[in-house]
């Protein structure tokens, strides 16, 4: 069984459609990222960075005691391995889905996110940085796009990890200044994506944890006033 530890953000969704995806068995563990769930001295000890997603499995195929695992990129790879599913086999196949996954770990996934704070949550909106990250999101879209243009996903032929870490983070298209229409490329693979049965129900799952709402105040305090005296317990 998987302890899924977990909020409802893009990166949590990401892992909830991998174990929908697999039928894996899966326990969630809320964690409200709001009111600093995350600095539990017992979530530190799984996820040293106090982000989540994170997961313990109790089961790992060495027959050994659990293991933990953060970061979404290595959650993925990890169910992936575990159950066979969704990386190939062959060393061609993994390269193209392992770079297209760091790839959203490492740009997508940041840029965006940073597109989210200065948009949505900065008290002081700050022109400069909004447009620099809109306009970074935007050029990411247009890499993915073109990525899309010869294939039905974006590792080839066949749905992967690669395409459960960027789906999440195109959701908000609206929030974050981008027009789907400019990208028939990708608004193709991300209408498909949205249609899985595994994917509907990976996100309610999330609205069953936490419905939809504005963000407080004070959560935002919480998330954005982090330093290193946050870890501090």
């Known amino acids: 069984m998987i302890e899924l530890f977990y909020w409802p953000t893009p990166n949590g969704h990401k892992v909830t459609m991998f174990l929908e995806e697999t039928g894996t068995p899966y326990e969630i563990r809320p964690i409200d990222i709001g009111k600093g ?29 659990p293991i933990s695992v953060f970061e979404s990129g290595a959650i993925l790879l990890y169910l992936a391995d575990k159950t066979g599913r969704f990386v190939p086999a062959d060393i061609r196949g993994r390269v193209e889905t392992l770079q297209w996954l760091f790839w959203q770990m490492g740009g997508l996934g940041p840029m965006a996110g940073q597109n989210h704070h200065f948009v949505q949550y900065a008290p002081e909106k700050i022109p400069y940085a909004m447009k620099r990250y809109v306009d970074e999101t935007n050029r990411l879209y247009g890499v993915l796009n073109k990525r899309l243009a010869d294939r039905a996903f974006v590792a080839g032929d066949a749905y992967t990890i690669a395409d459960m870490a960027a789906y999440p983070w195109i959701v908000p298209w609206e929030k974050q200044g981008q027009n789907l229409d400019d990208f028939p490329h990708l608004k193709r693979w ?6 899985r049965p595994a994917t509907i129900r990976a996100y309610e799952k999330g609205e069953a944890v936490r419905p939809s709402r504005p963000m407080s105040e004070e959560e935002k305090k919480v998330l954005f006033g982090q330093t290193a005296a946050s870890l501090k317990g």
Do not use: S, Y
């Open 37 to 65: 769930a995350q600095f539990a001295p017992d979530f530190l000890k799984i996820a040293p960075n106090n982000r989540m997603p994170a997961i313990v499995d109790h089961a790992p195929t060495d027959g050994g005691a």
């Open 190 to 195: 991300f209408e498909a994506i949205a249609a």
